[in-house]
């Protein structure tokens, strides 16, 4: 009988229990751990979407940065416009102001032409005498010098020159005449009306008044008492007094002006007529000079012709 070899074994049983165990157990191992270890497909997939949502916050933030940027730039105009419209409003203001000082001015210009334009319509230029009156006394010399036979006859003059300054009254006015000579070397003053009440003057009742002076023109003769006549009309506190005179105070002038001055205590303006020749007298035009400078008034010359 053959004899049998020996057979050779890499494994014993044991061997393969402990390997099998092994595997059993790392099986066992995995299925336990395998929750534990990470999807690499859902890490990729999460890292990716972290990289997307970094980009959309970068871009989110880009977007901020130009939002903050127009917004400054937004602001930095609100204010431009706020601080233009606060300029405007003072502008406004200003004009405002400037229109309501205009609109005064322009009150107060009206109001300055009216008053001038009144004063322009209640002045009137009797013989280049400017006045503003209501009430005269009109002293009328009638002394001889008026008329000298030969030489030269004032009286129509005076008349003439009464009724021209009659005529240039733009409205009503109330006249006392006084008329004045020293025919018998004492002082004659005449009065019209003789009540020594004012006449008031219209366009009806004038020619009362020229009639008068033409009688009185009638009468003339003597020496001049002009400070007697100028004192009496002073005495019925007219307005404005008017002097008709060819020649100067028989006394010395300058006691005359003097006198009248000081007893003309409300100021009454005074104001002379030279009639005729008037310039060959310096004394009288001295005179009437100084009458007027000293009482508020004007002289003025009227010659015939």
């Given amino acids: 009988m053959k004899r049998r070899r020996p057979e050779l074994t890499v494994f014993g049983m044991s061997a393969l229990d402990l390997l099998a165990s092994a595997l059993g157990a790392f099986i066992l191992i995995t299925v336990v751990l395998i ?10 997939q999460v890292r990716g979407e972290l990289a997307r949502v970094k980009a959309e916050l970068h871009q989110a933030r880009a977007d901020l940065d130009l939002a903050a940027a127009a917004l ?13 419209l606060e300029r ?16 005064q001015t322009k009150a107060e ?6 008053a001038l334009q009144q004063q322009i319509d209640d002045t009137s230029v009797l013989l280049g005498i400017k006045t503003r009156a209501k009430r005269f006394v009109f002293v009328i010399d009638m002394t001889g010098s008026i008329y000298h036979p030969g030489e030269h006859d004032y009286r129509e003059f005076i008349r003439l020159s009464i009724q021209d300054m009659l005529d240039s009254f733009k409205s009503e006015i109330e006249v006392c005449l006084i008329g004045f000579h020293a025919p018998r070397r004492e002082t004659t003053l005449h009065y019209w009306p003789e009540s020594r009440q004012y006449f008031r003057v219209s366009e009806d009742s004038q020619p009362r008044l020229i009639e008068q ?8 003769d003597g020496v001049t008492p002009t400070r007697a006549a100028l004192l009496a009309a002073i005495d ?3 307005e404005e007094i008017i002097l008709l005179s060819d020649g ?11 006198a009248v001055t000081a007893e003309n205590k409300q100021r ?9 020749n008037y310039t060959a007298d310096r004394k009288f035009i001295d005179f009437l000079v100084h009458l007027t400078e000293q009482n508020n008034g004007y002289v003025v010359g009227a010659k015939p012709g």
């Avoid at 105070?249 to 003097?258: F, I």
């Avoid at 009454?268 to 009639?275: D, K, M, S, T």
């Fill in 35 to 44: 929750p534990l270890f990470p999807n690499l497909e859902i890490l990729g």
């Fill in 72 to 84: 400054d730039q937004e602001q930095s105009r609100s204010e431009r416009e706020m601080a233009d």
């Fill in 88 to 103: 405007l409003r003072e502008e406004k203001a200003r004009l405002e102001q400037r229109g309501a000082l205009a609109q």
């Fill in 109 to 114: 210009l009206v109001e300055q032409v009216e």
């Fill in 213 to 220: 002076v033409s009688t009185w023109m009638g009468m003339v």
């Fill in 236 to 238: 019925l506190k007219p």
């Fill in 248 to 258: 100067a105070p028989s006394e010395d002038w300058r006691t005359v002006v003097r």
């Fill in 268 to 276: 009454i303006p005074i104001h002379a007529v030279a009639v005729g």
